[in-house]
């Protein structure tokens, strides 16, 4: 395949823009942490909201769900739909409470709630282990991703794709901060979003599959529609949608949908300009990153199953690709060849963009791990801002250096998926009770911590022929049991600490009461500050929310597919949860 002086003419482009936004930011950037980090927390919520969905939307991202649906169909997509319900938490209960907390990052947290040297060393602790382990876990799947598009489309070796798409992503990185890598993500989302959709029409018009209604009649693709699995078998029934609904979305920590809130996603609310734009910012990104976004993937993904129906067809197709990078997720920048002069140019420009809208985040959100949580904390306090942005640009290149060696060493992207759901099962409900819940400490999320990690790796070295979704209920009940236990058996965190977090958060009362009734007894709390809030109604929110995503999702799915029945349904849903919200919007609504 060729690229034409018209595709190298948009690729170039892009990159000089990406690298022109980083130069403008980088005075403002420079000016102390605050502004490198989080934009002096003055961003609106449509320009977080952007950022939030450019970021998930990885160069790994297409290929991943390329890999669930020749594997699994449609429907093995619940894997990260389920998502959607920790997402619709974030939006209603967790946006305002982080705005409200006005910590540097998440991590900051576990100062402003727990006490003590355990509070202090988990969020020491967290910081590498988040900052740089999962951290260069994550974008080493993005590179992976990267390898792969980089071979099949550019001819390139691992080693080169690594090199040339890293520079540029490191440069305005580290020059612009996160201002700089908010406003490239706007572009870069704009170009990714056009060149996917660009995508899949030119494969649907393709000889070999003939239009839309040809494909979906064709019998690699046929049995791969259904949006659920089949309810009369429990082997896809139980892994791909009971186990995600029940379990997967409350238990698993996972990057850009942590239960809570968490991470980049965490540093975009504290970085809006208040709570409600931190909540505007949240709503925008699930809507549009669960409904809008997967089916020009999927489309292409099915079309696949026509064109390159086997590994065996992938490997002649592209011989020069090593042999353990061939699996079904190659098959997405396969089906990219196909394309035409000056629309491939957009295509290869826009997964590029997926990836350094990616990899820029992670490098901004882990460096601000490794400056703000460990650095500033531990090392040294009285660190000038000047010196801080400094450590954070070096940080940016040594994280990229690491995740980039990585990402040579894995195979397929759904591999990485499942061994992270592993390592962050039975963490999640911590983080969605430690607001709400007076008991937590800092001993229960170490707990969680080292035991949801021990049993991933006994498990996936252990015993690596148990399915993955038995390892994840198992790892969810283990760690839950654990973390429990440990609460119980250790001391509470320090009073006066509860009692500031409470006063700053306001989070629901019923699970304060034991802080909140010996603080208005002795008068360090008044009556009239215990505040009832609306967490059952943000709640009812939360449902309408993921009503009005599924909905719409499922809608576009069946207008597709030409059922046109189903299709309404899909959108009468749809509408009324989205009448429901724009009705309870004033009084869930956060701070102005």
């Known amino acids: 395949m060729q690229l034409s002086t018209l595709d190298w003419s948009l690729i170039l482009g892009f990159f000089a823009l990406s690298i022109l936004i980083g130069v403008l930011a980088a005075r403002k950037a420079g000016k102390g942490y605050a502004e490198f980090f989080l934009s002096g927390r003055t961003m609106p919520w449509w320009l977080l909201g952007f950022s939030m969905v450019a970021t998930t939307f990885s160069a790994d991202t297409p290929n991943l769900v390329t890999d669930i649906v020749r594997k699994n169909g449609v429907s093995g997509n619940w894997q990260w739909w389920a998502f959607l319900l920790t997402g619709m938490l974030t939006v209603f209960v967790y946006a305002k409470l982080w705005r409200r907390s006005g910590v540097d990052t998440d991590l900051e947290f576990y100062e402003l709630r727990y006490s003590g040297k355990a509070a202090a060393f988990l969020r020491g602790f967290r910081a590498i282990y988040l900052g740089v382990f999962f951290n260069i876990m994550i974008m080493a799947t993005v590179s992976l991703a990267a390898i792969k598009i980089g071979g099949v489309m550019l001819n390139l070796t691992p080693m080169e794709t690594i090199l040339i798409a890293s520079i540029v992503t490191v440069i305005y990185s580290s020059m612009g901060g996160l201002t700089g890598v908010i406003w490239t993500d706007f572009f870069q989302f704009i170009i990714a979003m056009v060149g996917v959709i660009g995508a899949a029409y030119v494969v649907l018009n393709l000889p070999e599959v003939g239009g839309l209604s040809t494909m979906l009649e064709h019998p690699n693709v046929s049995d791969k529609l259904n949006v659920l699995p089949d309810f009369n078998d429990m082997n896809l029934l139980v892994p791909f949608l009971i186990m995600p609904l029940a379990i997967q979305w409350w238990s698993v920590w996972y990057p850009g949908a942590e239960p809570g809130g968490g991470g980049y996603i965490a540093q975009r609310m504290l970085s809006a300009k208040n709570e409600n734009h931190a909540i505007g910012a949240t709503l925008f990104f699930n809507f549009v990153h669960y409904a809008l976004r997967p089916w020009p993937w999927i489309i292409v993904a099915l079309a696949s199953l026509i064109v390159f ?79 801080l942005v400094n450590v954070g640009r070096i ?29 962050g099962a039975g963490t999640g409900l911590i983080f969605i009770l430690r607001w709400f819940w007076w008991r937590i400490n800092a001993w229960s999320e170490i707990a969680a911590m080292i035991i949801s990690f021990v049993v991933a790796l006994v498990f996936e070295f252990g015993f690596p022929e148990i399915p993955s979704h038995i390892k994840l209920i198992s790892g969810v009940g283990i760690t839950t049991v654990g973390w429990l236990a440990v609460t119980f058996l250790t001391q509470p965190t320090a009073h006066a600490t509860l009692l500031n977090f409470y006063k700053l958060i306001k989070p629901h009362p019923s699970g304060w009461q034991a802080v909140i009734e010996p603080a208005v ?46 299709a309404a349904i899909g959108t009468a849903v749809a509408a009324v949860a989205g009448y429901i919200l724009i009705k309870s919007w004033s009084q869930v609504k956060g701070r102005d």
């Open 309 to 387: 129906p086997d590994f065996d067809s992938l490997k002649q197709a592209f011989p020069h690709i090593p042999g353990d990078k061939i699996n079904d997720d190659l098959a997405y920048p396969a089906m990219l060849t196909f394309l035409p002069s000056g629309l491939l140019g957009l295509v290869v420009a826009s997964l590029i963009a997926a990836y350094m809208s990616t990899v820029s985040t992670h490098l901004n959100w882990g460096s601000s791990y490794v400056v703000n949580d460990f650095y500033k904390r531990f090392l040294k306090p009285e660190a000038s801002d000047k010196e």
């Open 521 to 566: 007894t002795s008068g360090e709390l008044q009556q009239d500050e215990v505040t009832p809030g609306k967490l059952p109604l943000e709640l009812l929110c939360m449902i309408a929310g993921c009503f009005l995503v599924y909905g719409s999702l499922f809608g576009i799915g069946f207008w597709l597919y030409g059922e046109l029945g189903k």
């Open 395 to 423: 940080s940016t290149v040594v994280l990229m250096a690491l995740s980039a060696l990585l990402a040579l060493a894995l195979t397929n992207a759904l591999q990485a998926f499942n061994i992270l759901l592993q390592i």
